[in-house]
Nanobody, 125 residues
Framework: VQLQASGGGLVQAGGSLRLSCAAS????????VAWFRQAPGMERTFVAG????????YATDSMKGRFTISRDNARNTVYLQMDNLRPDDTAVYYC???????????????????WGLGTLVTVSS
């Protein structure tokens, strides 16, 4: 499976971006898919995940209120809609997929087999 993340860019605080994670090679409809991010000088951290049934989980309540993860199995693509962006959302965003992710390890990057190259999101104040 190859994952291609796109949609990053430069946006002002309060703005919106929609990231896409397009898969090729096989369907990811049975995989859990997640977004992680890595801010400059920081470790990579979990942002949001979606399981094969469409169940969603977010890293924080703040993200739950501003970000929406969704999937379009017909397009073999997972999205991350990000609204009301803040400067501290600036990071490289990565998508990851895995067939064996369960609720207890969804936030653990080691649970994911496939990773895309990141897409940079920069939020200016």
């Amino acid at each position: 499976v190859q994952l291609q993340a796109s949609g990053g860019g430069l946006v002002q605080a309060g703005g919106s971006l929609r990231l896409s994670c397009a898969a090729s090679g096989r369907t990811i409809s049975r995989d859990a898919v997640a977004w992680f991010r890595q801010a400059p000088g920081m470790e990579r951290t979990f942002v949001a995940g979606i399981n094969r049934s469409g169940g969603r989980i977010y890293a924080t309540d703040s993200m739950k209120g501003r970000f929406t993860i969704s999937r379009d199995n017909a397009r073999n693509t997972v999205y991350l809609q990000m609204d009301n962006l803040r400067p501290d959302d600036t990071a490289v965003y990565y998508c990851a997929a895995g067939p064996s992710v369960i609720s207890s390890n969804v936030r653990n990057e080691n649970a994911y087999y496939y990773w895309g190259l990141g897409t940079l999101v920069t939020v200016s104040s």
